[in-house]
């Protein structure tokens, strides 16, 4: 599992920089700036902003890619048995682990990604807590907000809308009128929402000018739930823009299928680790009901 947007934190990457000092000075050649200084000092505060958020987060999971295959003795290209799959953003180095691109070509499609996301201002981003988030569509309507869209599905009681900025500053004390908790994120825009359709149709016509291969590892969509196929491949990567990430859902859909299985997250932080705890414990808990 490779993390999204959010997981980014000063400091991370710290223990792998060094090991990989080729790809680091290949990155800085590309994006015309050092991600190890970037991630390790951030003097001007550019981390949280998506422009350099995407390449960094991107880039650090794909070093913890390439260092957990050292550890575990294996080779790029050896066999694999498990699954891939990212949280928005995560689906990008989940597609250089499948062999889809080479690390750098993989940092140059982020790179796009990040500048055109940042280049649609005016929205905002909302997550709402509560043991029943799963009526927060119905509540919507009931606001008649029907501007606002779902925009990840992230575990029972976790839920994330987007809209514009204005809207979500006036929907999160309603929301909390009935019940929910509200947690303004620290975004550019109305991300995973009809309002980064432009970005949407850009970021398509770039993938276009690319030469991608098949994915040779099993990668599972976290906006669809289902295998990504070398014949939808660029749809994938550029409609997950305007969908919401159903993590919640893809994860239940795992953990059926392959019950023993375990699960890794590569990246910083521990997000999807803690998100896979709760779905975990509720999918565990309907077994038993």
């Given at each position: 599992m490779f993390p999204g947007q959010g997981s980014q934190h000063p400091g991370m990457g710290r223990d792998m920089f060094?090991?990989?000092?080729?790809?680091?000075?290949?990155?800085?050649?590309?994006?015309?700036?050092?991600?190890?200084?970037?991630?390790?000092?951030?003097?001007?505060?550019?981390?949280?902003?998506?422009?350099?958020?995407?390449?960094?987060?991107?880039?650090?999971c794909c070093l913890a890619y390439l260092d957990y295959l050292e550890r575990a003795g294996r080779h790029f290209d050896d066999p694999f048995d498990g699954c891939l799959t990212g949280h928005s953003l995560g689906l990008f180095p989940a597609l250089f682990a499948a062999g889809v691109f080479d690390l750098l070509t993989g940092l140059g499609i982020v790179a796009k990604r990040g500048e055109l996301m940042q280049a649609i201002g005016g929205g905002?981003?909302?997550?709402?807590?509560?043991?029943?988030?799963?009526?927060v569509r119905e509540t919507l309507v009931q606001l008649d907000c029907f501007d606002v869209d779902v925009a990840n599905d992230n575990a029972p009681g976790q839920v994330v809308l987007s809209g514009r900025e204005e809207r979500m500053q006036?929907?999160?004390?309603?929301?909390?009128?009935?019940?929910?908790?509200?947690?303004?994120?620290?975004?550019?825009?109305?991300?995973?929402?009809?309002?980064?359709?432009?970005?949407r149709e850009q970021f398509t016509e770039f993938l276009l000018g690319l030469d991608l291969n098949p994915p040779q590892k099993t990668v599972i969509s976290s906006t669809s739930g289902e295998v990504i196929g070398g014949e939808h491949l660029i749809e994938d990567m550029a409609f997950q823009l305007v969908?919401?990430?159903?993590?919640?859902?893809?994860?239940?859909?795992?953990?059926?299928?392959?019950?023993?299985?375990?699960?890794v997250e590569l990246g910083p932080g521990r997000v999807l680790a803690n998100l896979h705890a709760k779905i975990s414990g509720a999918v565990a808990t309907q077994a038993t009901a």
């Open positions: 060094d090991r990989y000092p080729t790809q680091c000075r290949a990155a800085e050649d590309i994006l015309g700036y050092s991600i190890s200084d970037l991630c390790l000092e951030d003097r001007d505060g550019r981390l949280n902003q998506t422009v350099y958020t995407q390449p960094a987060l991107y880039f650090v905002g981003m909302l997550a709402v807590l509560g043991d029943h988030t799963d009526t006036q929907l999160a004390p309603l929301l909390e009128q009935h019940g929910y908790r509200c947690v303004p994120l620290s975004v550019s825009g109305a991300f995973h929402s009809r309002y980064m359709e432009p970005c969908k919401p990430v159903r993590w919640s859902r893809t994860i239940q859909h795992l953990l059926r299928r392959y019950p023993q299985a375990h699960f």
